[in-house]
């Protein structure tokens, strides 16, 4: 999916999540943006050359598929459990992200630059879904546009219910 679709999921999981912390909304919603990272540093080094984005392959894909490897994520969550677990929210919005692509990589024109979502293993997975038009291009389909419209209606509905939800409980408390 397109950044700004891992974003708005992302988000809508740290507020069903993490409906009284905004940080650790924040947190799942910047994790689901952290797998790309290598992607989005890459496009901007190809645009700067004047190339088109991810129509070579470098060592920016070996990255890539480290960051969007379950088996690495997996081993991260099992370090976070046991020493860090205020690192487990921005875990939870990386395997959202994860999940997401794992369902909406399929077109064979894209499979040279896809990650591979078991690296180290060989294992490839097609998708049930094609979000992308072709490389760089960050138009949504209909489809990922509707994805995009519910998601951010569904989170700024939680919010303000959630808003309304404290004002009755403040202001019962005050009469």
Not at 48 to 67: E, I, W
């Amino acid at each position: 999916m397109q950044t700004y679709t891992h974003l708005n999921l992302g988000l809508l999981m740290g507020v069903i999540l993490f409906p009284d912390s905004h940080l650790g909304q924040g947190i799942v919603a910047a994790g689901s943006l952290f797998p790309d990272v290598p992607n989005a540093i890459k496009m901007v080094m190809d645009k700067a050359r004047g190339k088109k984005p991810f129509a070579d392959l470098d060592r920016s894909m070996v990255t890539n598929n480290v960051a969007h490897s379950f088996f690495v994520w997996m081993v991260i969550i099992g370090a976070c459990v046991f020493f860090a677990k205020e690192i487990l929210p921005l875990c939870i919005g990386a395997l959202l992200h994860l999940v997401v692509d794992r369902l909406t990589h399929k077109d064979k024109q894209f499979a040279k630059t896809d990650q591979k979502l078991f690296w180290p293993l060989k294992i490839t997975t097609k998708g049930v879904w094609e979000y992308r038009y072709d490389h760089g291009v960050l138009r949504p389909k209909p489809f990922e546009l509707a994805i995009n419209i519910v998601a951010i209606i569904t989170t700024i509905t939680l919010v303000v219910m959630r808003v309304i939800f404290y004002s009755k409980f403040i202001f019962s408390a005050i009469w």
